[in-house]
C-alpha cells in the first residue's frame, strides 16, 4: 500500500468515523438512561435514510437539509413511543424491553419493505460526484460535508449534555436512577427525553450515512452490529467513549479496505467487539460497573 | 394423572404413523418446519425461559450447523443423518465459548454478543469462498430416495429431534440444575448468594440451548440440498423462536412447542391468504407487531396465563396475596 | 418462587395444550384425505391429465380445439416468486413477464384449447417457503405445469422439489453452476447462456483485436454476487489464456458505494481494461471514481448496469460512450414476438417507462412452455422435458436450445454506448447488430 493511499483511508476513515460516533451516540445515550440496547436503533436510522431519500427525490430537498425535518419527527415519535410502550415496561424484566426493540427493529423493516420496496437505494445528489485534491489526497465532497455535519451535531448534543438542566438530569440518571430521583430528578419524563434524543441522534444520521452507503430495508442488521461495537469499545454508556471508539474503528475500517479487502472490513468491528469483552468488558472508557454489562 | 402423561406419547405416535395417511408432500413438509421450530425453540427457552437470558443469536449456531454439515457432505461424503449430532455437540461447544466471553458478567452484553455472532458467522461463509463457495453457496448432493419418500427421513429426524429437546428440556426441569436456572432468572444475586455458580449455569444452559440449532440446521442444509449465506442466516429464523417460546409460555417445557404449532400454520395462512404482492412485509410487521403486543400484554403466555386464570376461576374470591404469589414467567 | 414456577403448568392447561395439539393433527389430517385417495395422491398428479392425453389423438393445430381434458377447465400453471424481501424487484418483474404472455395466450384462444391461469404465491424471498410453496403446488394445488421464481438461490432448492415429482421446471433467472451441476432432467434455464459465458462475446472480440492493439492487463473489480462471479471468472479464465494478465482481482460487498479507494487500486494497477461485476449502482459509482481520478482504460465492460438505459444515462451522461455491456434481449430486439411483447407490455403496465429484461425473461419462459406443450402435444412433464432437450425454441431472447442438464446452448448480445445510444454490436450474425464494437473507448 503506497503512503498516499494510506493518507488517504486515515482522512476517509477519520470523516467516516464522525457520522458513527454521531449514531452510536445516540444508541449509548439510550442505553446510559435505560440500560437497554435499542437493537431497533439501526433500523432508525434506515428509516430516516430512506425518509430523507424520498424528501429529495420527490420535494428536491437536499439530504443535508432534510435532517432538520427528520430530527424533529424523530423526536417526536421517540417520545411517543416511550410513552405509549417503553414507559410500561419500566421496572419490570429488562429483557422484555430488549424484545420490544427486537419488534420496533422488525416493523421497521417491514415498513420500509412495503413502503419503498427493497431495492438497495443511496441519496445521490449532484455534488455526489465532486471530490478534491490536496496534497494527493483525494477527498469526496460527501464526506467531508457529512463528517463536519456529524461533527457539528455531535458538538451541539454535547452542550445540550454539559451545559443545560436536562443534560445534568441524563447524566444523573445514567450515573444512578435512584440517587437521581432521590435529588429530584423526574427519573421517567428524564428518560423519555433522552430516548427521544437518542432517536433523533439515529435520524441526523441517517441522511448522512444514506450519502455514503447503499441501503435496503436488512441493511439494519449490518448497522446495528458496528454500531454495537462502536459503543462496547467505548464502553457502553459513555459518549466519550463513543466517539473515540467510532473514530478508531471508522479509521481501522477504511484501512482494512485498502490493506486488505472491502470484504474483510466488517471483521473489524467484530473483532474489537469480542476482543473487548474477552479482555475489558467495561470498554475504553466505561463507567458503568461490571454488574450491569 | 394418567391421561397428562398418556397425552404425548399419544400424539408422538400419531405424528410417527401420519405419514402413512397422508402422503401431501405439503402437510408433511409444513409438519416437520413446525418440529423443526419447535425443537429450537423448546432449546431457546432453556435459556430465554429459564435462565431468563434472552438470545438474539440462535440463528448464527442453526447457520454454523448447515454449513459445517454441508461440508461434511461435500468434501468428506458424511451423511446429516450422522453428523446432526455431532454438529449439535459442536454448536454447543462454540455456544460454551460465547457463553464465556458474554455470560460471566450479568446483562447486556449476552444480547449483544449474540446479536453480533450471527454476522460473524455469515461474513466467514461468505468470505471463505474457497471452502464455503461464496456468496454462490454448497450445493449439497440429493438423497438417493425415490420422489414420495425423499421427505420421510427429514419428516422423521425433525420429530425426532423435537423429541429430545422436550426430553431433555423436562429433565433440566426436574434438575437441580434447572431450580438453579430458574433461581438465576428470579433473582441472579440471591442466586450467587446461595451458592449456585451461576457463570458455569449459564453457559452450561446456553450451550444446551443452542444445541438443538446447530443440529436443526444440518438437517435443514440437506433439506434443501443448499445452504448460502443467506438462507442460513435469516433472521426470521431466530424472531420465530422467541415468538413461539413467548406466546406459548416462556419458562415452561411446552410453552414453546405449543407456541410453534400456532405459528406455523398461521403464518402460512398469512402467506396463502393476504394478497401475494403484500405477504411478504405483511407478514414480517404481522410476526414484529405480535412480539410486541405479547412483550406488552401477554408476557407470561398461554400456558402461564390460562393456568393462572383456571387458578383464580377455582377460587371463589382470591385474595391479594393469593395473587402476588402467582408466577410471572417473565420476570 | 421456585416452588410457583413448577407448578406453573397445572393439569388443566397440559389437557388444553394436549387438545391444541390433537386439533392441529385433525385440521391436517382432514385437510391430507380431501383428495379422492390418500394414498393415490402420493403420485405425481400430473399423471391423470397425462394418462388422458395419450388417448385422445394430436391435434395438427396448435392452440385451436381442446385435446386434453377437462376443456372446461383451465390448465394452472403454478410459481412461488418473489414478490416481496430483498428480491422483489426483479421477482416483480419477471412476474409480469408471465403475466403478459398468460393475458396473450388467453386472449388467443388459451393454450391447447383451454385457459390458462397463474396460480401464483409470494416467498418473501426465502428459501424455505418458497420449497413450501412448490411442495403445495404439487401436491395440494396439483398444477398443471411450473415456473422458476427469480434469483438462483431459490431455483437451486425449488428446482430440486420439481425434480422429485417429476415436473418440469422451466425457468428464466437461475443461471448459476448449481442449477446444473446436480444432473437434473427436468430443469431447463430460458436466457441464451449460462451466466458464465455472459461476457463471452466481449473477450472474443478482445481476443481478436490484431496483437499490437490489444490490451495486456485486465482488471476485475467485483460485487459479491454468484451471478457476477460466475461471469468474471468465466472472462478471467479465457483471457488469461489469451495472454492477458490480471492485475487487478477484488471482491467486494452488496452494500459498497464508494469507489474510491477501489479506483485508486485499479488506476494504480496500470490496468488498461476493466471487467466489472457489477449490478447497478456499483457500475455507477465505479465510472465516477474512475473519471474523478482520471484513469482512461482502453475498454471497460460491466456484467449489469449499463442496460438499464434511461437511469444509467441519467446517473452518468456523456461517461456513458464506450461502455460495454452484455444482455440476452433488448427493448429494440427482432426476435420472435417481441414487437407483440413490447407493446403488451406498455399496455399493461403503463407507469413503467422501461421493460426491465426480467420481464423478457418471464415472457420468454412463456413462450417456452407454449411451444413445449404443443410439441409434445400433452401436460405429461416427462413428455414435456424430451421435448425441450430435443428442440429449440424462438423466444424475444432469440433460439434458445438446451443441452441434457437444462443449459442453454446460445450467445448473448454485446453491447456498446455510443453517443448515448446502446447498441447491440456483437455477434455478427445477429440481426440486432447496428454497429462495430469501438476500441479503444473515448475519455471520460
Known amino acids: 500500500?503506497?503512503?498516499?493511499?494510506?493518507?488517504?483511508?486515515?482522512?476517509?476513515?477519520?470523516?467516516?468515523?464522525?457520522?458513527?460516533?454521531?449514531?452510536?451516540?445516540?444508541?449509548?445515550?439510550?442505553?446510559?438512561?435505560?440500560?437497554?440496547?435499542?437493537?431497533?436503533?439501526?433500523?432508525?436510522?434506515?428509516?430516516?435514510?430512506?425518509?430523507?431519500?424520498?424528501?429529495?427525490?420527490t420535494l428536491g430537498l437536499d439530504p443535508l437539509l432534510s435532517i432538520f425535518v427528520v430530527v424533529p419527527v424523530f423526536f417526536v415519535l421517540g417520545a411517543l413511543v416511550h410513552r405509549v410502550i417503553l414507559r410500561r415496561l419500566a421496572g419490570r424484566d429488562l429483557t422484555l424491553t430488549v424484545l420490544v426493540t427486537f419488534g420496533f427493529a422488525i416493523i421497521l423493516e417491514g415498513l420500509q419493505g412495503t413502503l419503498f420496496s427493497s431495492n438497495f437505494q443511496a441519496i445521490n445528489t449532484p455534488y455526489s460526484l465532486n471530490a478534491f485534491e490536496v496534497l494527493g489526497i483525494f477527498v469526496p465532497l460527501v464526506r467531508l460535508l457529512s463528517g463536519a455535519v456529524a461533527l457539528v451535531l455531535l458538538g451541539g448534543l454535547y452542550l445540550v449534555l454539559g451545559r443545560t438542566d436536562l443534560g445534568r438530569a441524563i447524566r444523573a440518571t445514567t450515573q444512578d436512577p435512584r440517587s437521581a430521583a432521590l435529588v429530584g430528578v423526574n427519573v421517567e419524563r428524564v428518560t423519555m427525553l433522552a430516548f427521544a434524543l437518542g432517536v433523533s441522534m439515529a435520524a441526523a444520521g441517517g441522511p448522512l450515512l444514506g450519502m455514503l452507503f447503499a441501503f435496503y430495508p436488512s441493511t439494519h442488521w449490518l448497522w446495528i452490529g458496528k454500531l454495537l461495537a462502536i459503543v462496547v469499545l467505548g464502553g457502553l454508556g459513555s459518549l466519550r467513549g463513543a466517539f473515540v471508539a467510532a473514530v478508531v474503528l471508522g479509521l481501522a475500517e477504511q484501512v482494512m479496505n485498502v490493506a486488505a479487502s472491502p470484504d474483510w472490513a466488517p471483521l473489524v468491528f467484530y473483532g474489537f467487539l469480542f476482543g473487548v469483552l474477552i479482555v475489558r468488558p467495561r470498554g475504553l472508557f466505561g463507567t458503568l460497573g461490571r454488574e450491569s454489562l | 394423572m394418567r391421561i397428562r402423561r398418556l397425552a404425548p406419547v399419544l400424539a408422538l405416535a400419531l405424528f410417527a404413523l401420519l405419514p402413512i395417511f397422508v402422503r401431501e408432500g405439503f402437510y408433511l413438509d409444513l409438519l416437520l418446519f413446525t418440529f423443526m421450530y419447535a425443537a429450537m425453540s423448546v432449546g431457546w427457552d432453556i435459556?430465554?425461559?429459564?435462565?431468563?437470558?434472552?438470545?438474539?443469536?440462535?440463528?448464527?449456531?442453526?447457520?454454523?450447523?448447515?454449513?459445517?454439515?454441508?461440508?461434511?457432505?461435500?468434501?468428506y461424503g458424511i451423511p446429516v443423518f450422522l453428523s446432526a449430532p455431532f454438529v449439535g455437540l459442536l454448536a454447543a461447544v462454540v455456544g460454551a465459548g460465547l457463553g464465556w466471553i458474554s455470560l460471566r458478567a450479568r446483562g447486556t452484553s449476552f444480547v449483544i454478543v449474540t446479536l453480533t455472532f450471527t454476522y460473524v458467522v455469515q461474513l466467514l461463509a461468505l468470505n471463505l469462498r474457497g471452502i464455503t463457495?461464496?456468496?454462490?453457496?454448497?450445493?449439497?448432493?440429493?438423497?438417493?430416495?425415490?420422489?414420495?419418500?425423499?421427505?420421510?427421513?427429514?419428516?422423521?429426524?425433525?420429530?425426532?429431534?423435537?423429541?429430545?429437546?422436550?426430553?431433555?428440556?423436562?429433565?433440566?426441569?426436574?434438575?437441580?440444575?434447572?431450580?438453579?436456572?430458574?433461581?438465576?432468572?428470579?433473582?441472579?444475586?440471591?442466586?450467587?448468594?446461595?451458592?449456585?455458580?451461576?457463570?458455569?449455569?449459564?453457559?452450561?444452559?446456553?450451550?444446551?440451548?443452542?444445541?438443538?440449532?446447530?443440529?436443526?440446521?444440518?438437517?435443514?442444509?440437506?433439506?434443501?440440498?443448499?445452504?448460502?449465506?443467506?438462507?442460513?442466516?435469516?433472521?426470521?429464523?431466530?424472531?420465530?423462536?422467541?415468538?413461539?417460546?413467548?406466546?406459548?409460555?416462556?419458562?415452561?417445557?411446552?410453552?414453546?412447542?405449543?407456541?410453534?404449532?400456532?405459528?406455523?400454520?398461521?403464518?402460512?395462512?398469512?402467506?396463502?391468504?393476504?394478497?401475494?404482492?403484500?405477504?411478504?412485509?405483511?407478514?414480517?410487521?404481522?410476526?414484529?407487531?405480535?412480539?410486541?403486543?405479547?412483550?406488552?400484554?401477554?408476557?407470561d403466555g398461554i400456558i402461564t396465563t390460562y393456568g393462572t386464570w383456571r387458578r383464580r376461576r377455582g377460587t371463589a374470591r382470591p385474595t391479594d396475596a393469593?395473587?402476588?404469589q402467582l408466577p410471572e414467567a417473565a420476570a | 418462587?421456585?416452588?410457583?414456577?413448577?407448578?406453573?403448568?397445572?393439569?388443566?392447561?397440559?389437557?388444553?395444550?394436549?387438545?391444541?395439539?390433537?386439533?392441529?393433527?385433525?385440521?391436517?389430517?382432514?385437510?391430507?384425505?380431501?383428495?379422492?385417495?390418500?394414498?393415490?395422491?402420493?403420485?405425481?398428479?400430473?399423471?391423470?391429465?397425462?394418462?388422458?392425453?395419450?388417448?385422445?389423438?394430436?391435434?395438427?393445430?396448435?392452440?385451436?380445439?381442446?385435446?386434453?381434458?377437462?376443456?372446461?377447465?383451465?390448465?394452472?400453471?403454478?410459481?412461488?416468486?418473489?414478490?416481496?424481501?430483498?428480491?422483489?424487484?426483479?421477482?416483480?418483474?419477471?412476474?409480469?413477464?408471465?403475466?403478459?404472455?398468460?393475458?396473450?395466450?388467453?386472449?388467443?384462444?388459451?393454450?391447447?384449447?383451454?385457459?390458462?391461469?397463474?396460480?401464483?404465491?409470494?416467498?418473501?424471498?426465502?428459501?424455505?417457503?418458497?420449497?413450501?410453496?412448490?411442495?403445495?403446488?404439487?401436491?395440494?394445488?396439483?398444477?398443471?405445469?411450473?415456473?422458476?421464481?427469480?434469483?438462483?438461490?431459490?431455483?437451486?432448492?425449488?428446482?430440486?422439489?420439481a425434480e422429485k415429482y417429476k415436473m418440469a421446471f422451466v425457468e428464466g433467472a437461475g443461471g448459476a453452476p448449481g442449477v446444473f451441476s446436480r444432473q437434473f432432467h427436468y430443469v431447463f434455464f430460458v436466457q441464451p447462456a449460462v451466466a458464465a459465458k455472459q461476457a463471452d462475446p466481449f473477450?472474443?472480440?478482445?481476443?481478436?483485436?490484431?496483437?499490437?492493439?490489444?490490451?495486456?492487463?485486465?482488471?476485475?473489480?467485483?460485487?459479491?454476487?454468484?451471478?457476477?462471479?460466475?461471469?468474471?471468472?468465466?472472462?478471467?479464465?479465457?483471457?488469461?489464456?489469451?495472454?492477458?494478465?490480471?492485475?487487478?482481482?477484488?471482491?467486494?460487498?452488496?452494500?459498497?458505494?464508494?469507489?474510491?479507494?477501489?479506483?485508486?487500486?485499479?488506476?494504480?494497477?496500470?490496468?488498461?481494461?476493466?471487467?466489472?461485476?457489477?449490478i447497478f449502482g456499483d457500475a455507477v459509482g465505479q465510472v465516477q471514481a474512475y473519471a474523478s481520478i482520471n484513469y482512461q482504460p482502453k475498454a471497460v465492460y460491466f456484467t449489469s448496469g449499463p442496460s438499464t438505459v434511461g437511469a444509467f444515462k441519467q446517473a452518468l451522461g456523456d461517461k456513458v460512450n464506450g461502455i460495454f455491456?452484455?444482455?440476452?434481449?433488448?427493448?429494440?430486439?427482432?426476435?420472435?414476438?417481441?414487437?407483440?411483447?413490447?407493446?403488451?407490455?406498455?399496455?399493461?403496465?403503463?407507469?413503467?417507462?422501461?421493460?426491465?429484461?426480467?420481464?423478457?425473461?418471464?415472457?420468454?419462459?412463456?413462450?417456452?412452455?407454449?411451444?413445449?406443450?404443443?410439441?409434445?402435444?400433452?401436460?405429461?412433464?416427462?413428455?414435456?422435458?424430451?421435448?425441450?432437450?430435443?428442440?429449440?425454441?424462438?423466444?424475444?431472447?432469440?433460439?434458445?436450445?438446451?443441452?441434457?442438464?437444462?443449459?442453454?446452448?446460445?450467445?448473448?448480445?454485446?453491447?456498446?454506448?455510443?453517443?448515448?445510444?446502446?447498441?447491440?454490436?456483437?455477434?455478427?450474425?445477429?440481426?440486432?447488430?447496428?454497429?462495430d464494437p469501438a476500441y479503444p473507448k473515448p475519455n471520460w
Open chain 2, 133 to 299: 463457495g461464496g456468496s454462490s453457496g454448497l450445493y449439497l448432493p440429493l438423497l438417493d430416495l425415490p420422489g414420495d419418500l425423499v421427505i420421510l427421513p427429514f419428516y422423521y429426524s425433525m420429530l425426532a429431534l423435537l423429541v429430545v429437546a422436550i426430553l431433555v428440556s423436562i429433565a433440566i426441569r426436574r434438575s437441580k440444575f434447572g431450580l438453579g436456572l430458574i433461581a438465576i432468572r428470579e433473582e441472579e444475586g440471591k442466586a450467587d448468594g446461595s451458592g449456585v455458580n451461576t457463570s458455569l449455569y449459564k453457559i452450561l444452559a446456553f450451550a444446551i440451548s443452542v444445541s438443538f440449532a446447530g443440529a436443526a440446521g444440518a438437517l435443514h442444509a440437506q433439506y434443501l440440498n443448499y445452504v448460502d449465506p443467506d438462507l442460513a442466516f435469516e433472521l426470521i429464523i431466530t424472531l420465530n423462536l422467541i415468538i413461539m417460546s413467548l406466546v406459548g409460555s416462556r419458562g415452561t417445557v411446552w410453552g414453546p412447542v405449543l407456541g410453534a404449532f400456532i405459528l406455523m400454520p398461521l403464518s402460512q395462512y398469512l402467506i396463502y391468504l393476504t394478497p401475494s404482492q403484500i405477504a411478504g412485509q405483511v407478514h414480517l410487521i404481522a410476526l414484529g407487531v405480535i412480539l410486541v403486543l405479547v412483550v406488552m400484554f401477554m408476557p
Open chain 3, 1 to 161: 418462587m421456585v416452588d410457583s414456577s413448577q407448578s406453573m403448568v397445572s393439569p388443566g392447561v397440559r389437557r388444553f395444550l394436549v387438545g391444541l395439539v390433537a386439533s392441529v393433527i385433525v385440521v391436517a389430517g382432514c385437510s391430507g384425505s380431501a383428495s379422492p385417495s390418500p394414498v393415490a395422491s402420493a403420485a405425481p398428479p400430473a399423471s391423470a391429465p397425462a394418462s388422458a392425453a395419450e388417448s385422445s389423438a394430436p391435434s395438427a393445430e396448435p392452440s385451436a380445439a381442446c385435446v386434453i381434458p377437462p376443456c372446461d377447465q383451465p390448465i394452472v400453471i403454478g410459481v412461488s416468486q418473489a414478490l416481496t424481501g430483498d428480491k422483489s424487484d426483479p421477482g416483480t418483474a419477471i412476474e409480469h413477464g408471465y403475466q403478459v404472455w398468460v393475458k396473450e395466450i388467453n386472449d388467443a384462444g388459451g393454450l391447447l384449447g383451454r385457459k390458462v391461469e397463474l396460480k401464483e404465491y409470494d416467498n418473501q424471498s426465502l428459501a424455505d417457503t418458497a420449497v413450501s410453496q412448490i411442495e403445495r403446488l404439487v401436491t395440494v394445488d396439483k398444477v398443471d405445469l411450473l415456473v422458476g421464481p427469480f434469483s438462483s438461490a431459490l431455483t437451486i432448492p425449488t428446482s430440486a422439489i
Open chain 3, 203 to 278: 473477450v472474443n472480440f478482445i481476443v481478436s483485436l490484431p496483437a499490437d492493439q490489444r490490451p495486456k492487463s485486465a482488471a476485475y473489480p467485483q460485487q459479491d454476487d454468484p451471478f457476477v462471479s460466475a461471469t468474471e471468472d468465466g472472462a478471467q479464465a479465457t483471457l488469461e489464456a489469451a495472454g492477458i494478465k490480471t492485475v487487478y482481482k477484488q471482491v467486494y460487498p452488496p452494500t459498497q458505494t464508494d469507489f474510491a479507494s477501489i479506483a485508486a487500486a485499479v488506476k494504480s494497477s496500470g490496468a488498461d481494461i476493466v471487467l466489472g461485476g457489477t
Open chain 3, 325 to 435: 455491456t452484455g444482455d440476452g434481449w433488448i427493448e429494440a430486439s427482432k426476435a420472435t414476438g417481441n414487437v407483440n411483447f413490447v407493446a403488451e407490455y406498455h399496455a399493461m403496465f403503463p407507469n413503467e417507462k422501461e421493460i426491465p429484461g426480467e420481464a423478457a425473461e418471464g415472457y420468454s419462459v412463456g413462450q417456452v412452455l407454449l411451444a413445449a406443450v404443443t410439441g409434445a402435444q400433452s401436460l405429461d412433464n416427462t413428455k414435456i422435458a424430451d421435448w425441450l432437450h430435443a428442440n429449440k425454441v424462438d423466444t424475444v431472447q432469440g433460439p434458445i436450445g438446451w443441452d441434457e442438464l437444462g443449459r442453454p446452448n446460445g450467445s448473448f448480445l454485446l453491447e456498446q454506448y455510443s453517443n448515448g445510444q446502446l447498441n447491440v454490436v456483437a455477434p455478427s450474425d445477429d440481426p440486432n447488430k447496428a454497429a
Open chain 2, 322 to 324: 393469593e395473587s402476588a
Open chain 2, 47 to 75: 435459556m430465554g425461559g429459564y435462565a431468563g437470558y434472552v438470545s438474539l443469536g440462535h440463528v448464527g449456531f442453526f447457520g454454523l450447523g448447515s454449513y459445517v454439515a454441508g461440508l461434511l457432505v461435500v468434501h
Open chain 1, 1 to 57: 500500500m503506497s503512503g498516499e493511499l494510506l493518507a488517504q483511508s486515515i482522512v476517509l476513515g477519520f470523516l467516516t468515523g464522525g457520522v458513527y460516533a454521531l449514531t452510536a451516540s445516540g444508541l449509548t445515550l439510550i442505553f446510559g438512561v435505560m440500560r437497554v440496547v435499542n437493537v431497533a436503533h439501526a433500523a432508525m436510522i434506515v428509516m430516516s435514510a430512506y425518509l430523507s431519500w424520498w424528501l429529495y427525490r
